[in-house]
């Protein structure tokens, strides 16, 4: 998911941020300003929080002063205050919890002029935007799930596992109960140069439980084209490129596709 993130970041911001004005000296203002607050860099974190749940960067400076300074904050605790026509007055932000005076008040309040927020995926009214993540949940949960799931039965079942069966029914041999768990013990020390000698009543064998790993093949793949679904970031962009035999053009749709959601992105930023 950061891959992915991190790719939509670069796509959007490419080689940096251009100005153009008619005003020759508008321009070299703007250009100096943000050589001196480092805005590429700081509208990269902003972009990136926008995409995984809401960017908001804070103005400093008087709204009749100009913008004295930069900065971004974090997304999950600010708020969006607005009138009963869904007008944006404020923001607050929670800063209860993680401040050392607890008698202060639990919420910081912004103007809306010190506040620039950039809301993704934002869906009718709703005053915050989705970003890219939340969409995107339940896949990969259930992609976190199934890798977990494989990796412990690989774990255990690295090798295939031994079953022994001691004494025999048909010739009325019983093994004692020290008997099966001194064998027992000795199976918890297994290494290459183990080897067996055993009598007629000992029968060791092993399970074969198949190739553990493909059986996870179909929904981790499943999962993670749901996944370049969901964040419409396709295979050739992060990578993975297959050969699907429906010709060369099929990269170049896809870029353009792309192309176009990165667009999106960029307009919403200016």
């Not at 190739?211 to 179909?218: M, S, V």
Request: with cysteine.
């Amino acid at each position: 998911v950061n891959a992915i993130v991190e790719k939509i970041v670069g796509y959007v911001w490419g080689a940096g941020i251009f100005y153009e004005s008619e005003n020759e000296d508008a321009q070299e203002v703007i250009e100096n300003w943000s050589r001196d607050v480092d805005f590429p860099s700081i509208g990269r974190k902003w972009t990136r929080e926008g995409i995984v749940k809401n960017g908001y960067i804070e103005l400093g400076g008087k709204f009749d002063e100009g913008v004295q300074g930069i900065k971004v904050i974090d997304g999950k605790y600010m708020y969006v205050k607005r009138d009963e026509k869904g007008n944006v007055i404020g923001y607050n932000q929670l800063i209860k919890g993680f401040q050392r005076d607890f008698d202060k008040e639990p919420l910081k309040p912004f103007n809306p002029e010190n506040i620039v927020h950039l809301a993704l995926n934002q869906i009718g009214d709703c005053a915050y935007g989705y970003g890219y993540i939340y969409p995107n949940l339940n896949t990969i949960d259930g992609m976190l799930g199934s890798l977990k799931d494989m990796h412990m039965l690989m774990h255990r079942k690295a090798n295939s596992p031994y079953w022994a069966k001691l004494g025999s029914l048909e010739k009325e041999i019983y093994p004692t109960a020290g008997a099966v768990a001194e064998l027992g013990q000795r199976f918890e020390y297994l290494h290459n140069k183990t080897e067996w000698i055993t009598g007629p009543d000992i029968e060791i064998k092993t399970l074969d439980f198949g190739a553990l790993g493909d059986k996870f093949k179909f929904p981790i793949e499943t999962d993670m084209n749901l996944m370049f679904f969901g964040f419409q970031t396709p295979e050739t962009v992060m990578g993975k490129c297959t050969n699907t035999g429906l010709g060369s053009n099929l990269a170049s749709e896809h870029g353009s596709a792309y192309d176009r959601f990165i667009g999106g992105i960029q307009e919403e930023i200016e």
